[in-house]
């Protein structure tokens, strides 16, 4: 089945943007949904109200045959409208963006340096900041109300190349560099940082935190999968079975899975807590043979997302389409066409899945699908229970199969 566009937010184009600088590496909604941001390209951020893109995508929906310039014209006011605004354009003084997250706080979470007294900023729950990564090894905290620049970061010495937020609402910041290295800041703290995190070998491409923030996922050049164990600050595992670069890793609502995308063709979804692969989807048919393993330069997977119902994973890949799959099933369930892409995020709900090409931005109406009784129970036990706890319930080995992910 082929997905349907709900709607589309344009960047102004001219014969000459069509170069380095002007991909857009990064599409981010914010926690609860307020906002949506993405790189226009050329080194700007914009920011628009999420709520104000539904309504508009909403409106142009039953009009089928007047979807394609109604909708252009549309999305086009609407970036006209928001860069009049000067807190929705933030300027990165000749830096390209190539990565951004928002953050929001929960003020129960306090700073984990307990020995400071005084911190020049009091982060509230009304609070919303962003975090931009910079190709010159700089990240930028703003905050999106106002557009202050709070924080200027400067401690890696390459590309930063993904950001990512603790869930928990701590203001934990993790960014990957193309140094080797992840960094973990504390905003909380007025940014400080608070640990290196070495193991990989080359590049560091992606990471992402466990909805629980205990663990984070790092993904990097030479097949690089590692766990770390965001307490102690420790590595607990190296996942292997990737045979190319992998770009890009998220976990599922539940924290049960892990999924990855590679340039070797395939996403591959892990019980992280086993380093088991529980599935395999592949983006070349047939599948490379052991000798090519490494896949098709025209199949490289780019970027993943797990939907918030846990059933559904969408990833993009080189051969220009957009696939959403089920986790329960060999093959896409639906599919899009899209020419350059780069990333893609499911919106907060689920409803809405966004990719970024060449400094604009695609939307999808995603899947839509009841999850049945069983399937919200064992999200609701895989929350609080990992899979070593799950195999020593005394209940049939099904069950024990089907809250593991193996049925």
């Given at each position: 089945a082929r997905s349907r566009t709900v709607g589309e937010l344009l960047a102004p184009t001219s014969p000459f943007d069509k170069k380095c600088g002007h991909e857009n590496w990064t599409v981010a909604f914010a926690p609860d949904g307020s906002y949506f941001a993405w790189?226009?390209?050329?080194?700007?951020?914009?920011?628009?109200?999420?709520?104000?893109?539904?309504?508009?995508?909403?409106?142009v929906l039953p009009f089928r045959n007047?979807?394609?310039?109604?909708?252009?014209?549309?999305?086009?006011?609407?970036?006209?409208?928001?860069?009049?605004?000067?807190?929705?354009?933030?300027?990165?003084?000749?830096?390209?963006l190539m990565n951004l997250a928002f953050g929001s706080s929960v003020p129960e979470k306090q700073s984990r340096c307990v020995n400071i007294e005084w911190h020049r900023f009091k982060f509230g729950q009304d609070q919303l900041l962003l975090a931009t990564g910079l190709n010159n090894g700089r990240i930028k905290i703003w905050d999106v109300y106002t557009g202050k620049l709070l924080l200027n970061l400067m401690d890696h010495t390459e590309v930063v190349r993904d950001l990512t937020f603790a869930p928990d609402g701590s203001l934990i910041l993790v960014s990957a560099s193309r140094d080797k290295t992840l960094r973990v800041w504390d905003l909380k703290d007025d940014g400080n940082m608070m640990k290196v995190l070495r193991g990989h070998q080359n590049w560091v491409y992606g990471c992402a935190f466990s909805p629980d923030s205990s663990i984070l996922c790092s993904v990097g050049a030479s097949k690089a999968v590692f766990l770390w164990d965001m307490d102690k600050y420790s590595m607990i595992r190296k996942l292997e079975g990737h045979h190319n670069d992998v770009v890009a890793c998220e976990f599922s609502p539940d924290g049960a899975l892990l999924a990855t995308a590679s340039y070797d063709t395939r996403v591959y979804v892990w019980d992280p807590h086993t380093g088991v692969i529980l599935k395999e989807f592949g983006h070349l048919f047939p599948p490379p043979t052991p000798i090519f393993a490494g896949g098709a330069n025209d199949r490289w997977v780019r970027s993943v997302s797990f939907s918030h119902d846990g059933l559904h994973i969408a990833s993009l890949a080189d051969d220009k389409m957009v696939r959403f799959w089920r986790i329960d099933e060999e093959y896409p369930v639906q599919v899009a066409p899209l020419n350059?892409?780069?990333?893609?995020?499911?919106?907060?709900?689920?409803?809405?899945?966004?990719?970024?090409?060449?400094?604009?931005v695609y939307f999808w109406a995603t899947p839509r699908q009841v999850s049945s009784l069983q399937h919200l129970c064992r999200m609701a036990i895989r929350r609080v229970m990992p899979t070593t706890q799950v195999k020593n319930l005394p209940i049939p080995s099904k069950v024990v199969e089907f809250l593991c992910y193996q049925i």
């Open positions: 790189s226009q390209g050329h080194r700007i951020v914009k920011l628009v109200p999420w709520s104000q893109c539904l309504n508009n995508f909403y409106l007047l979807l394609n310039s109604t909708r252009l014209s549309l999305s086009f006011l609407i970036e006209c409208k928001l860069s009049s605004q000067r807190h929705n354009l933030f300027s990165l003084a000749g830096c390209i350059n892409g780069l990333c893609c995020t499911f919106s907060t709900d689920g409803s809405v899945l966004a990719a970024g090409q060449d400094g604009s």
